[in-house]
């Protein structure tokens, strides 16, 4: 399933909207009951307005009602494996749970990792008593 993910986040790559970093950036989530939610980064002029295509992806997601997720993959045209943002690390931590993380790149690069690996120390609203 990994491969599948994977081949899933390069064809969502390419319908980014990248016109400003060129950075063109796919994702693929998949969910406990075996559906896939692809994403892409969209940019916007108003830069603060972008978003990557992990959170499109989440976001699709969530949105059709699925709330238990396996692993999310993601691909860009990169020298070795990318990595999510910051920010996408923490809504994969608050809407996914710890799932495996697969970072690839288009020259067949990837290494796997779990969300608490790359993010250990997670802003979680549940410790706000």
Not at 54 to 60: L, Q
Not at 110 to 129: E, I, M, R, V
């Amino acid at each position: 399933m990994v491969e599948k993910l994977i081949d899933e986040a390069i064809r969502a790559r390419q319908n980014a909207h990248a016109p400003y970093s060129r950075f063109q950036v796919g994702a693929a989530l998949e969910s406990a009951d075996g559906r896939v939610f692809p994403g892409c980064n969209l940019e916007n002029a108003s830069y603060g307005l972008t978003i990557c295509a992990e959170r499109v992806a989440i976001f699709k997601a969530v949105s059709g009602g699925c709330r238990e997720f396996l692993r999310l993959a993601v691909v860009a045209d990169t020298q070795r494996e990318v990595a999510p943002c910051g920010a996408c690390l923490q809504v994969i931590w608050e809407l996914c749970g710890d799932i495996l993380v697969i970072m690839a790149n288009l020259n067949g690069k990837q290494a796997l990792s779990k969300c608490s690996d790359l993010f250990p120390h997670p802003f979680n609203p549940k410790d706000l008593g």
